[in-house]
């Protein structure tokens, strides 16, 4: 039995965090769900921004949409949304048998939008109508003005990913929208039955301190942080409050581990798929961490890391978890921008390129 199957029966779901229309017409992602126990997807900006370089498999799609009038944002949204609806429904046999807890797909909104509150909400509306497809997530950044989005768009059915979480603050933070969202669907006598999941970036950690703490600590501060968070996870769910959404009908919140491909060329390849092994959460992981994992992972134990003891070194060899934190969240929603304008210019670039040819 390959590791990966191994710890999708631990109970621990597995996504890619990767799509290319190649890996849909190839059958390769059709593979992964059969062989590794792949059970769901995640996207982003720079996988697009990737696969439409790197590949003529886009070059058709764009040729047509440019004489239908498509540019820049919409063609590649319209790009995007034809991805993921041949994804959604790949995974959909797996979405209606656990009756939607697993078998999602997901999908970001503009990262120009990650601190636009009411730009975002509409975004996040119209992407969902447009994909047409009840197990496609939308991603939307845990920035202060994405938390009160996530709500309304909890509130208005939309299902959610949660991305850009850094901290236990700021999962507890996107934790509590998602809430907050379910109970106004309850008041409101509305099903509370809407997906979601919060995820939480791991190996930007280690690579924020790599060079500012003692061998002794070289990528420990991510599962730290993990751990950290999973405790709050977990008395999360056991707390009162949520018990009486689940209850009423509510679903869980999963607890998604993302940026879990190793960034150490000196640490193992399957650090953070070993080191996170948890039941009812999801890890999201790049291609090569999914094969590694497949070809020589182990399943020992669950999550156990003594975080706090852990977090104690760091902050004894000056690591200010908060502050950092911050700076984290800062950082990724403008390396999120970055990677959209690189999407945005390779885009314009491949539709002169197709034009003239």
């Not at 039995?1 to 290319?20: P, R, Y």
């Not at 697009?48 to 498509?70: C, M, P, T, V, W």
């Not at 924020?208 to 703490?213: C, G, L, R």
């Not at 000056?318 to 990724?332: P, R």
């Amino acid at each position: 039995m390959k590791a990966t199957q191994k710890l999708h029966e631990m109970g621990q779901s597995l996504w890619l965090d990767n799509i290319t229309r190649g890996l849909l017409t190839s059958g390769t992602l059709h593979q992964y769900i059969q062989e590794f126990s792949v059970t769901g997807l995640t996207s982003n900006p720079t996988i697009f921004d990737h696969a439409i370089k790197n590949s003529h498999d886009y070059d058709d799609a764009i040729r047509q949409k440019l004489k239908e009038g498509r540019s820049g944002e919409a063609l590649f949204f319209e790009l995007a949304i034809e991805d993921l609806r041949q994804a959604a429904d790949l995974f959909r046999p797996i979405h209606d048998l656990t009756n939607g807890v697993d078998g999602w797909v997901s999908l970001e909104v503009s990262p120009l939008l990650a601190h636009d509150t009411s730009g975002t909400l509409a975004a996040a509306k119209a992407l969902h109508a447009r994909a047409g497809r009840p197990n496609l997530l939308i991603k939307i950044p845990g920035t202060q003005e994405g938390l009160p989005a996530i709500e309304e768009a909890i509130l208005a059915g939309v299902p959610v990913n949660v991305t850009l979480l850094f901290s236990r603050a700021h999962y507890v933070a996107a934790a509590e929208a998602y809430l907050r969202g379910i109970e106004r669907r309850i008041a409101a006598g509305l099903n509370p039955d809407v997906g979601s999941v919060a995820s939480l970036f791991v190996s930007r950690w280690d690579v924020a301190v790599e060079n500012k703490v003692p061998d002794a600590l070289r990528d420990q501060l991510g599962i730290a942080i993990a751990g950290q968070a999973h405790e709050s996870y977990c008395r999360l769910l056991d707390s009162p409050r949520w018990k009486r959404t689940f209850n009423a009908g509510a679903r869980v919140q999963r607890l998604l581990w993302a940026s879990t491909g190793t960034k150490n060329p000196k640490a193992s390849d399957i650090l953070y798929v070993r080191g996170l092994a948890a039941p009812f959460t999801v890890n999201t992981m790049p291609e090569a961490t999914l094969k590694a994992f497949a070809n020589h992972g182990e399943v020992v134990e669950t999550l156990s890391v003594h975080a706090e003891e852990v977090l104690a070194k760091f902050a004894k060899a000056g690591i200010d978890t908060d502050a950092l934190a911050a700076q984290l969240l800062d950082e990724g929603a403008a390396s999120f921008v970055k990677s959209w304008k690189d999407l945005m210019e390779c885009i314009a670039s491949k539709s002169v390129t197709l034009k003239a040819a």
